[in-house]
């Protein structure tokens, strides 16, 4: 696999990991903050939008999935899709802990 694909799969994780909190909060009915809150990243957003954007990032997954090849192409594809996932998850634990404090 060449590196161009395995920065598709390590995106396709990140978008993934993206997903599942606005996803979730969303459909929780609480609000969270996305990129079209005011100010951007910081205020909260309705649940609405937060299960829109979770949408908006499960697609981007699956596109990128599909155009990595992460299912099939091989345990390095998969260590990228999954480096992705870790990364964004520890990361966005830090950066919404401090938040809340």
Do not use: E
């Amino acid at each position: 696999m060449n590196w161009h694909g395995l920065i598709i799969c390590f995106f396709s994780g990140a978008f993934a990991a993206n997903a599942v909190p606005h996803f979730v909060t969303g459909m929780a009915g609480d609000r969270f903050p996305t990129p079209f809150a005011s100010p951007p990243g910081r205020g909260l957003s309705s649940p609405r939008v937060n299960v829109l954007w979770g949408l908006c990032n499960i697609l981007a997954c699956y596109a990128l999935f599909r155009l990595g090849h992460v299912w099939n192409g091989g345990l390095v594809a998969q260590a990228a899709f999954f480096a992705g996932v870790a990364l964004l998850s520890v990361f966005s634990s830090g950066h919404f802990a401090k938040r809340q404090r």
